[in-house]
């Protein structure tokens, strides 16, 4: 158990639709990541959050938003789903981000099926 | 920029016989490296890491990997091999640059232990 939990571990719903995904980091941990892991691009890195402020971005799309509370935990907001955005989404989280030393703890995922 | 190749998408070994998973990564900078293994299932959880300290780094469950600078490389290794090792690994790379934090994963290779 890396101390990072998600929610939902599952989500069905359909195209056009809007879902938020949950992520609680481990106690201590400043920075949240989210990432998505699909079987064509694999694992990609999405976005960045160190202590309620975005810090780094990559393939995240438009349509997806995400947000870091004064609680630390995180939300992934994503919308006008569309079939391709059936994935797996992790979170991971570290203790600072700032160095390239951090480790990053996962955790256990949410899976998206879009219909 | 980073990068990532991970040379074999699947291997398979019988159980009891060495584990060697290939990974070869791309880098500006000296680089931090990571595996992780991924259980069926399950979310990513950390074999090991290099951080330009010892460059053969030892992990969890008898795992090791050794960083080789002039080879650009940062194999997996386990002696003796166990049913419980099946899983996908991901040798990744962390971004020195300014998203610092930012890992860069391989595309995985799933690992199969015939009895």
């Known amino acids: 158990d890396s101390g990072v939990t998600q929610t939902p571990k599952h989500l069905i719903t359909a195209t056009g639709q809007r879902v938020t995904l949950r992520c609680s980091p481990r106690s201590g941990d400043l920075s949240v990541y989210w990432y998505q892991q699909s079987l064509d691009q694999g694992l990609q890195f999405l976005i960045q959050y160190y202590n309620g402020e975005e810090r780094a971005k990559g393939n995240i799309l438009e349509r997806f938003s995400a947000q870091q509370f004064p609680d630390l935990h995180s939300e992934l907001n994503l919308s006008s789903l569309e079939l391709g955005d059936s994935a797996l989404y992790f979170c991971?989280?570290?203790?600072?981000?700032?160095?390239?030393?951090?480790?990053?703890?996962f955790g256990p995922g949410t899976r998206l099926t879009v219909l | 920029a980073q990068s990532v190749t991970q040379l074999d998408s699947h291997v398979s070994v019988s159980e009891g016989t060495p584990v060697l998973l290939r990974c070869n990564y791309s880098s500006s900078y000296s680089p931090s490296l990571f595996w992780y293994v991924q259980h069926p299932n399950k979310g990513l959880q950390l074999l090991l890491k290099y951080t330009s300290a010892a460059t053969l780094v030892k992990g969890i469950n008898g795992f090791e990997a050794e960083f080789k600078k002039s080879e650009t490389s940062f194999h997996l290794t386990k002696p003796s091999a166990h049913m419980s090792d099946a899983a996908e690994y991901f040798c990744?790379?962390?971004?020195?640059?300014?998203?610092?934090?930012?890992?860069?994963f391989g595309r995985g290779t799933q690992l199969t232990v015939w009895p």
């Open positions: 990744v790379v962390v971004d020195r640059g300014s998203t610092l934090g930012r890992l860069y």
């Open positions: 991971a989280s570290s203790a600072s981000g700032q160095t390239r030393q951090d480790t990053q703890y």
